[in-house]
Each structure stands twice: as structure tokens, then as C-alpha cells.
């Protein structure tokens, strides 16, 4: 397990990583206004993280322009198709080997933010009553998260929406698996099947299953993070772990330990939140899982920078302890 941070070339944050002890670094991409991730920004990106002692693993997400006619089954999809391509090669020789992505074609789901936690820390929260008065006013990339391509203007059911993401593997994850790319799908958070009259299909353990599935390869699986499969309706987090662990399609992890499920939940510090962390380790353990697996959103804690580096420092320092520990203990 390679603990590491969503990273930027900041030499001040990179200094903060170092601090830490850690070692590798995830990190978004941009892409060119033709839509293709460029070569040579990533080496010189690559390069600089190198320089400080980090390796860039995982790159998260692939920006969503770059796909948004594919998600949406719009004309043009076909030539953002051979864009998507031409990245994942480019991706390929520049030493990176999981290209996470996402399709939820409305985005993240918030509403609120706010000093509700502990000591007044300010915790993310997602409440399907409070969303149903302002759908709008939920999704993340309106609140400056974005770009995202759309408002709905039509309803999508979830099998249009899965027929179009089927479409997108099966082009894209005979590519991907000739360069030695993984390519793994973030799951819909908040995980609602339906927001705006749009399909979200990665809300459930079927649901992931089924992108597994649909293209057969060891190159098409999931970025799993723990905190929004742990707000899925009555899911199992350690169970997920080891159901697509043991399949070994869990390509990238986030930590994350939430309370609560939905249609109500907040995004709590990881010793107050619902999951067994310590069982979860385990289970990571359990699978054979050496891949990255990345401290995931935050609580707001007072004197912190923009960059929240004091609250991530205490997550940081828990996953370490929990994997350490768990390590001189054999794993039991």
C-alpha cells in the first residue's frame, strides 16, 4: 500500500510531503483545446515530482471535457474517442500506470459545508432533503469544482447511461491494455441512482460489478474509494474490498471514513466515521493490494492553509499508524 497525496508542484507542498514521509503523489491532468492529454507536460510535471523524491502513480481524473459527448451519447463522441486514445499512450510513455475517470455525468453532490463536527470542524455533508429544495445548487462543479459540460436538459436512464459508458470501454480498454494503462472508474458521489432525472450507476456493489464486467480485462477496473462506497446504501466497505480486491480490480483507493449513508451523510474525521479502518487495512492486506491509495477529502480544522495540510497531516499520520501497526502485527 503506497500512501500518498492529491499533489501539486508547489515546492511549499511538496516540502509539506516530504515532511510526512511520503513518497508518491497523484495528481489531475489538463488537457490540450483539441482534448488530448499532452506528452510533455507530463514528463515535466513527472520530472519535478521526481526531483523532490516523489513518483507520480496515479493520474486523477481524466478532465472531463475530454469525454463529456461520450458520457452524455452526443455527436462527436467517436473523435473524442480517438482523443481519449491518443491520451491513454501518451499517459503510457509517460510512466504512469493508473488513469482513473469519472462518469457521473452531473458531478460531485454536496450540501453543505459546515462547522457541525467536532470542536467546530467544518464537515462536508450530503442530505437528499435539503438537495431535493436546490438540486442545482448541490453539484460541486457549480460551486467552482469544475469545469462540467452540462445541466441535464432530458432525463437518462441508468441503462442509457451504462450503454454509453460500455461504449467508451469497449473502445478504450483494448488500447489502454497494449500500453500497460489502468484504467479505473470512481464510483458516483453521493451515491443516488437518480439526480436531476439522470441515471447515476455506480451508487451500488451490482453497479460496479457491471463496469467490471463489461469489458473483461485486467486493465478495466475501479478507483475504490472508501468513503463513497461507504455512504451506498447498506454496503460493506470491508466486504466491497474484499469482493473486488479478490478480483483484483481495485486499481487506486482513497481513504476516506464517512458517517452515515445516504440519503443523509457527513464526511467526518477517520477515527469517528463508520468503517472499520482497522479491519479495512486488513482486508487491503487480505487482497494482495500494493497500489496508491490516497488520503480523500477532509474536515475543516481552525489555523489550517488553503491546501488544508494540518487536517491531511492528521490523516496522513492515521493511515501510517494503522498500516504500520498492522504490519508488526502480522496483519491479524
Keep these: 500500500m503506497k500512501i500518498a497525496l492529491h499533489a ?14 511520503l513518497r508518491h503523489v497523484v495528481s489531475g491532468v489538463d488537457a490540450s483545446p483539441e482534448g488530448v492529454v499532452e506528452l510533455e507536460p507530463m514528463q515535466r510535471q513527472r520530472e519535478a515530482y521526481a526531483k523532490a523524491g516523489m513518483s507520480w502513480d496515479v493520474i486523477e481524473n481524466l478532465p472531463a471535457l475530454c469525454y463529456d459527448k461520450l458520457m452524455f451519447g452526443l455527436p462527436g463522441r467517436d473523435a473524442q474517442i480517438e482523443k481519449v486514445c ?21 458531478g460531485g453532490l454536496r450540501t453543505e459545508y459546515s462547522p457541525t463536527g467536532r470542536g467546530g470542524a467544518r464537515y462536508p455533508r450530503f442530505d437528499m432533503e435539503v438537495a431535493k429544495r436546490m438540486p442545482a445548487a448541490a453539484m460541486d462543479w457549480l460551486r467552482g469544482g469544475g469545469p462540467y459540460p452540462h445541466l441535464p436538459d432530458r432525463d437518462m436512464s441508468q441503462q442509457e447511461v451504462l450503454d454509453n459508458l460500455v461504449y467508451f470501454l469497449e473502445r478504450i480498454v483494448p488500447v489502454a491494455e497494449a500500453e500497460g494503462v489502468k484504467v479505473a472508474a470512481h464510483p458516483d458521489d453521493a451515491p443516488v441512482p437518480y439526480y436531476m432525472g439522470v441515471g447515476r450507476i455506480l451508487v451500488d456493489e451490482a453497479g460496479m460489478q457491471k463496469v467490471i464486467d463489461a469489458v473483461p480485462s485486467a486493465h478495466n477496473g475501479l478507483g ?32 476516506r471514513n464517512p458517517r452515515g449513508q445516504v440519503p443523509k451523510f457527513d464526511e467526518v474525521f477517520p477515527d469517528e466515521g463508520d468503517i472499520d479502518m482497522v479491519a479495512a487495512v486488513r482486508a487491503f492486506n487480505e487482497v494482495g493490494f500494493d497500489g496508491v491509495i490516497r488520503i480523500d477529502h477532509c ?23 494503522l498500516v504500520n501497526a498492522i504490519g508488526e502485527l502480522g496483519g491479524n
Design 8 to 21: 501539486s508542484l508547489d515546492p511549499a507542498h511538496l516540502q509539506f510531503m516530504q515532511q510526512m514521509g
Design 86 to 106: 491518443q491520451s491513454i499512450r501518451n499517459i503510457a510513455k509517460a510512466g504512469i500506470e493508473v488513469l482513473q475517470y469519472q462518469w457521473m455525468l452531473l
Design 224 to 255: 475504490f474509494c472508501m468513503g463513497t462506497i461507504g455512504t451506498m446504501d447498506r454496503v460493506d466497505v470491508v466486504q466491497a474490498i474484499r469482493r473486488f480486491g479478490g478480483q483484483q480490480r481495485i486499481f487506486f483507493a482513497h481513504f
Design 299 to 321: 474536515p475543516g480544522v481552525v489555523g489550517d492553509n488553503g491546501r488544508a495540510d494540518r487536517s491531511f497531516a492528521f490523516q496522513v499520520g492515521y493511515l501510517k499508524g
